[in-house]
């Protein structure tokens, strides 16, 4: 049975982009989490699972980037979208929020936060085909209803840090209908050395532009088709070496 709904929502899903920035919507509240019932939850949590089986250069998935025609697909009536499914464990992400159903999720990050520099793409910018290397803050404050197949809703709080942190605030930002390119300021221009937050911790410029010569000539095949960066005002694409490509439309 289960095996049967894991298929049917891979197959719904294949070759399905998820939704590029201008069509993201701001997912409403999810009223009483904890009455929600394992039939709605458990199609919701296939669909999590199955786009990142299916997708491995993804780490998580926000409900908002599906089209509302999948989700309704799989859960109808009301349209339960408040929702980010997160599939792994990293630095300090306890088993009990393993392959889980994130709802209503609330983060708080400290005012006095470091930040890292992550590189990475979005499957709602360009389909993932471009690299960014985005200011991420280094921890947060985690509070949200959780969800796994065979128990009950709780509500969850926890101190993310490192990745996890990074990849939350992430995901996060797609529940409020954004993404990356909203915050400008917080994708930084790895081609100048002056461009205010590297060094923090242990990521220096050099250390990123490296990283991305290595990604881009690992293996002969270049993971991104170029690099988003924010410049004199706007966006441009690069590439691995700095060199402008293209403009670059949200
Ligand atoms: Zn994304």
């Avoid at 979208?81 to 609330?106: H, K, M, T, V």
């Avoid at 993404?179 to 911790?201: C, M, S, V």
């Amino acid at each position: 049975m289960i095996e049967n709904e894991c298929f049917f929502y891979t197959e719904a899903l294949k070759g399905e982009p998820l939704l590029q920035s201008e069509k993201l919507v701001k997912a409403e509240e999810i009223t009483r989490p904890k009455s929600l019932l394992d039939k709605q939850l458990l199609p919701l949590w296939f669909l999590g699972k199955s786009f990142l089986q299916g997708n491995p250069n993804f780490i998580a998935v926000a409900f908002t980037q599906f089209r509302e025609e999948s989700i309704k697909i799989v859960n109808g009536n009301p349209l339960l979208r408040r929702i980010i499914f997160f599939p792994q464990i990293f630095a300090n992400f306890s088993d009990s929020y393993r392959d889980c159903l994130l709802i209503n999720p609330e983060i708080s990050i400290p005012s006095e936060v470091d930040y890292y520099a992550s590189v990475e793409g979005c499957g709602s910018i360009e389909f993932a085909r471009l690299g960014m290397v985005v200011r991420r803050p280094y921890s947060m404050l985690l509070k949200t209803y959780v969800w796994r197949p065979g128990e009950k809703v709780f509500m969850g709080s926890m101190l993310l840090e490192d990745i996890d942190a990074g990849v939350m605030e992430h995901e996060y930002i797609h529940l409020e209908g954004k993404d990356a390119t909203f915050y400008p300021e917080n994708i930084l221009n790895f081609t100048d050395p002056k461009h205010e937050g590297w060094n923090n911790r242990d990521e220096t410029q050099e250390m990123v532009a490296r990283e991305i010569r290595e990604i881009a000539l690992g293996n002969n095949t270049e993971r991104y088709k170029g690099w988003l960066i924010h410049k004199e005002g706007k966006f441009i694409v690069v590439d691995s070496y700095g060199k402008h490509m293209r403009d670059f439309k949200s």
